[in-house]
C-alpha cells in the first residue's frame, strides 16, 4: 500500500470513509480467523463472557446486557447462546447462570490463539504509544458529534 506523506492533503481526507475501512478491514481478518474454528463473533463474545466465570457462571442477562452494543447485534444473543447450549458449549442452569463446558473452553482457547495472531498482524508495524492516540482521537471524534462508544 502506498502511504500519503503529504500530512496536509491527509488532514483534508474523509474520517468516515477511513474508519469504514479500517472496520472493515479489522474484523474481516478478525472473522476470517475465527471461522477456522467454525466461530462467529457473537459466539465467541459470548464464550469470553464466561471464561473468567468458572464454577458460579455468569447469569444469562448480564452476557446478554454487557454485550448488546457490540457491533449492533442488539438481543441477537439470544439464539447464539441457545446455539452454544445445544453444540455443548455452555451449560445453563435452572437459574439462567451460563457455564462454559470442557469442550467450550478448549475451543475458546484455540480461537483465543489465532485472535491474538489475527491482532498481532493488525498491529504490526504500530507501537502502543501510535495505537492509543489513534483510539483517542476516535474517542474524541465521537464525543464531538454526541455520539457513545464503549468497550471493555
Same mark, same amino acid.
Given at each position: *500500500?502506498?502511504?500519503?506523506?503529504?500530512?496536509? =492533503? #491527509?488532514?483534508r481526507?474523509?474520517?468516515?470513509?477511513?474508519?469504514?475501512?479500517?472496520? $472493515?478491514?479489522?474484523?474481516?481478518?478478525? /472473522?476470517? =480467523?475465527?471461522a @477456522? !474454528?467454525?466461530?462467529?463473533?457473537?459466539?465467541?463474545?459470548? #464464550?469470553n463472557q464466561?471464561?473468567?466465570?468458572?464454577?458460579?457462571g +455468569?447469569?444469562?442477562? @448480564?452476557?446478554?446486557? &454487557?454485550l448488546?452494543g457490540? #457491533?449492533?447485534?442488539? $438481543?441477537s444473543?439470544?439464539?447464539?447462546?441457545?446455539?452454544?447450549?445445544?453444540?455443548?458449549?455452555?451449560t445453563q442452569?435452572a437459574?439462567t447462570?451460563? /457455564?462454559?463446558?470442557?469442550?467450550?473452553?478448549a475451543? /475458546?482457547?484455540?480461537?483465543?490463539?489465532?485472535?491474538?495472531?489475527?491482532?498481532?498482524?493488525i498491529?504490526?508495524?504500530?507501537?502502543?504509544?501510535?495505537?492509543?492516540?489513534? #483510539?483517542?482521537?476516535?474517542? +474524541? *471524534?465521537? !464525543?464531538?458529534? =454526541?455520539? &457513545?462508544?464503549? !468497550? !471493555?
Amino acid at each position: *500500500m502506498d502511504y500519503s506523506h503529504d500530512d496536509a =492533503g #491527509l488532514a483534508r481526507q474523509p474520517i468516515g470513509y477511513w474508519s469504514w475501512a479500517a472496520h $472493515d478491514a479489522a474484523v474481516t481478518h478478525i /472473522r476470517a =480467523g475465527l471461522a @477456522e !474454528h467454525g466461530l462467529t463473533q457473537p459466539p465467541w463474545w459470548v #464464550l469470553n463472557q464466561l471464561v473468567d466465570a468458572g464454577e458460579q457462571g +455468569r447469569p444469562r442477562a @448480564e452476557v446478554v446486557s &454487557t454485550l448488546r452494543g457490540y #457491533l449492533n447485534v442488539g $438481543d441477537s444473543l439470544e439464539p447464539e447462546i441457545d446455539t452454544l447450549i445445544v453444540e455443548g458449549l455452555v451449560t445453563q442452569d435452572a437459574a439462567t447462570r451460563l /457455564r462454559l463446558t470442557p469442550e467450550g473452553d478448549a475451543l /475458546r482457547a484455540k480461537a483465543a490463539e489465532r485472535v491474538g495472531r489475527a491482532l498481532a498482524d493488525i498491529h504490526a508495524g504500530i507501537t502502543d504509544e501510535e495505537y492509543v492516540a489513534a #483510539l483517542k482521537v476516535l474517542q +474524541r *471524534m465521537i !464525543h464531538n458529534v =454526541g455520539g &457513545t462508544a464503549w !468497550h !471493555h
